[in-house]
Nanobody, 130 residues
Framework: QVHLVESGGGLVEAGGSLRLSCTAT??????????MGWFRQVPGEEREGLCA????????YHVDSVKGRFTVSRDNGKKELFLEMTSLKPEDTAMYFC?????????????????????WGQGTQVTVSS
C-alpha cells in the first residue's frame, strides 16, 4: 500500500516558480518499487499526465506542454518526489497530483499505467495569476 501526500502548492504570479513535493509512506514494499509521476486536473476536465520518473531517477519523461519549464526528480532516501515548475502561466492553474505505480518499463509508459492502476495523493492547488 502507498500513501502519498502532496505539498508546495499556492498562488504565484505568471512567470514565477513553485516547487511541489510528494511524500510517500509505503507498507509492504519500498519506494524504489515504484515509478512516480505528476498529473494535474482542472474541474470538468480529464486528469492530464505531466511527467514521470523511473524507480532509480535515471530516466524521466515530460510531456511537450511542460518540457523545458517543469522538471521531475526524486529522493529515494527520503521517499520524496518533486516537481520544479518555472515560467508558470495562468493555464498551469490546476490541482496537482502525484502518483505511484509498480512498472518496469520506460518513464513514458509509466505515465499511462498510473492512470490505469496507480496510487494517488489528494492533490495540491496551484493558482497562477496573470
Amino acid at each position: 500500500q502507498v500513501h502519498l501526500v502532496e505539498s508546495g502548492g499556492g498562488l504565484v504570479e505568471a512567470g514565477g516558480s513553485l516547487r511541489l513535493s510528494c511524500t510517500a509512506t509505503i507498507s509492504g514494499g519500498t519506494f524504489t518499487d515504484y515509478a512516480m509521476g505528476w498529473f494535474r486536473q482542472v474541474p470538468g476536465e480529464e486528469r492530464e499526465g505531466l511527467c514521470a520518473i523511473n524507480w532509480s531517477g535515471m530516466s524521466a519523461y515530460h510531456v511537450d506542454s511542460v518540457k523545458g519549464r517543469f522538471t521531475v526528480s526524486r529522493d529515494n532516501g527520503k521517499k520524496e518526489l518533486f516537481l520544479e515548475m518555472t515560467s508558470l502561466k495562468p493555464e498551469d492553474t490546476a490541482m496537482y497530483f502525484c502518483a505511484a505505480v509498480t512498472y518496469a518499463g520506460s518513464a513514458k509508459g509509466a505515465l499511462g499505467e498510473m492512470l490505469r492502476s496507480g496510487f494517488w495523493g489528494q492533490g495540491t492547488q496551484v493558482t497562477v495569476s496573470s
